[in-house]
């Protein structure tokens, strides 16, 4: 190797871990910030944090001991429980180190596949630094797109290798850094695809001999994927009327979520934690010409590359779309009650039109520099949404007035504050807006137990469980109603369907404490 050659090597590493050094001064301010929604259920209550190995334990082999089944993540924040406790900096601190960790790879990433040093850094550097990404690494629950992201991009720098040299190590190698991905997040499981369009991409066909060694990518991605979707239904609770779309609605639906997605990455504003939902209506003509306009702009594409053979733009758009597949409305899941659309779902997805939009920008030079301080700096910006939850629901309010969800959980903090008038008008503003909003119908029902007003709390409560009748915390809350009216039967009723929904030895104590009681030791004797 030629004395020039070695330099420009050396200042091509040191540009690399550039990167790190980059997402970790941007995302400094994180440090910072504390816990924002569904933390308290994946961090700061979490029992399986809390007792030592049979809580990982749990987390590996008890399926619903969890939010959801990603026994890897909640791994990571088991170590960290036992180092730094509920220091929230420490656990920002490991996403953002994730995050640039994955931008490190993915310049290696790039380069296997056939981009040159240059644009492959500049496709990493947005990655880094892209506002659509405070999502992602800001929240703490986001370790598993994080997480799940770095062993995505070095299980697809395995199999690169192993696609060149046909070495079996590479191949274990892709494969268990795959299955740690979906054990992270199941939304990895497109990656078999991304690596059969590669494929595609690098040499215009797709043989058997390149199918065989990913069908076992295929297998195990299907079956965790199904899986995810069972959770969901069961578990986490998407199910019911609002996961009522038929086909010609989520085929529309899909088409509007690309192109939503697309923009975001070229015009990142505004960035909203909870987007307004949108109404999706098959007698709205609009709402079909973005679907077919989406669908024009692929299939011209493609077409493009069958006759000139060019086809590294497909690949790129094929790749954003085909990535962002479990996130188009094809599968219910569960923040599909608030939003069809969230930040933190296009994290990988995003590299295809980021590669794009790099490619483009890497032929001047200035404009790249110019487009990466802007977005850094909106990036900074973003972070202070993030600060708190109060903060998060108040920009989230600010920017959509109608988000009920926003409305009901800053009530929520109302009430951890003390304020119990202020919580009542959030409450009833999400009621307005949503009237069957199953949360904020629970929460009216709890300040109506807390001033022991039982009966108007078993009315606000039975409006609850008929919008969401596998809602966990309603279920508690009606039991211990039933329990002060006298309702015995009723109680254990209630009991018994929050522990289908999540099994807890607490609340099954709760139970049998009133299996064994009299009706004559009950509060109010029943009617």
């Not at 590493?13 to 050094?21: E, F, K, M, N, V």
């Not at 429980?81 to 990433?109: E, R």
């Not at 015009?267 to 973005?290: C, E, G, M, R």
């Not at 920017?399 to 003390?418: R, S």
Request: hydrophobic share 50%; proline share 3%.
């Amino acid at each position: 190797m030629q004395q020039s050659d070695m330099i420009l090597e050396k200042q091509m590493r040191w540009a690399t871990w550039g990167l790190l050094i980059l997402t970790v001064l941007v995302y400094s301010r994180t440090i910072t910030c504390g816990y924002i929604w569904d933390d308290d259920y994946y961090v700061t209550h979490n029992s399986v944090l809390t007792s030592g190995l049979d809580g990982l334990s749990d987390a590996w082999f008890k399926p619903g001991s969890t939010p959801q089944y990603y026994p890897l993540v909640f791994t990571t924040f088991w170590v960290e429980h036992q180092l730094w406790g509920l220091w929230a900096g420490g656990y920002h601190f490991v996403n953002v180190l994730l995050h640039g960790l994955s931008a490190m790879v993915l310049v290696s990433v790039l380069r296997r596949i056939g981009l040159n040093f240059w644009p492959a850094w500049l496709t990493a550097a947005l990655f880094a630094i892209h506002p659509v990404h405070v999502e992602s690494v800001a929240w703490i629950t986001e370790r598993k797109n994080v997480l799940s992201g770095l062993c995505y991009l070095s299980a697809a720098w395995c199999y690169l290798n192993f696609d060149s040299r046909r070495e079996g190590r590479f191949w274990v190698g892709a494969f268990l850094l795959f299955f740690c991905a979906l054990l992270s997040k199941t939304v990895a499981c497109t990656l078999p695809a991304a690596l059969l369009l590669y494929i595609w991409y690098k040499r215009g066909k797709i043989t058997v001999k390149d199918i065989v060694p990913t069908l076992p990518f295929w297998i195990i991605g299907i079956a965790m994927g199904l899986f995810t979707v069972y959770m969901e239904k069961t578990h986490v609770g998407a199910s019911g009327s609002e996961w009522q779309l038929n086909a010609i609605e989520r085929f529309l639906l899909s088409g509007r979520v690309l192109a939503f997605y697309a923009c975001k990455l070229v015009w990142p504003n505004p960035l909203i934690f909870t987007y307004p939902k949108w109404q999706i209506d098959a007698s709205v003509w609009w709402q079909w010409a973005i679907t077919f306009a989406v669908l024009m702009i692929l299939g011209i594409q493609v077409a493009r590359a069958i006759q000139t053979h060019r086809r590294g733009r497909t690949f790129a758009l094929l790749f954003f779309a085909g990535t962002l597949f479990p996130a188009l409305g094809f599968f219910d899941v569960f923040p599909f009650t608030y939003s069809y659309v969230a930040d933190h779902f296009q994290y990988l997805a995003s590299l295809g039109i980021l590669t794009l939009i790099a490619i483009a920008l890497s032929r001047k030079p200035r404009l790249a520099l110019l487009v990466v301080v802007i977005f850094s700096v909106v990036t900074v910006q973003q972070i202070g949404a993030y600060k708190d939850a109060k903060t998060l629901w108040i920009d989230t309010i600010a920017k959509n007035p109608d988000a009920w969800m926003a409305h009901t959980n800053l009530g929520v903090i109302h009430i951890q504050e003390g304020d119990e008038a202020s919580a009542i008008a959030s409450f009833e503003r999400a009621l307005q807006i949503k009237p069957d909003y199953a949360e904020a119908l629970a929460n009216m029902g709890a300040i109506a137990i807390l001033h022991q007003r039982y009966e108007e709390a078993h009315a606000w409560l039975s409006k609850a469980l008929a919008s969401r009748d596998n809602f966990y915390r309603a279920h508690l809350n009606m039991a211990l109603v039933q329990t002060q009216l006298g309702n015995r039967d009723k109680a254990i009723e209630h009991y018994q369907k929050a522990l289908a929904i999540r099994d807890d030895q607490d609340v099954r104590n709760l139970m049998h404490q009133i299996e064994n009681t009299t009706d004559s030791q009950l509060p109010i004797k029943a009617d």
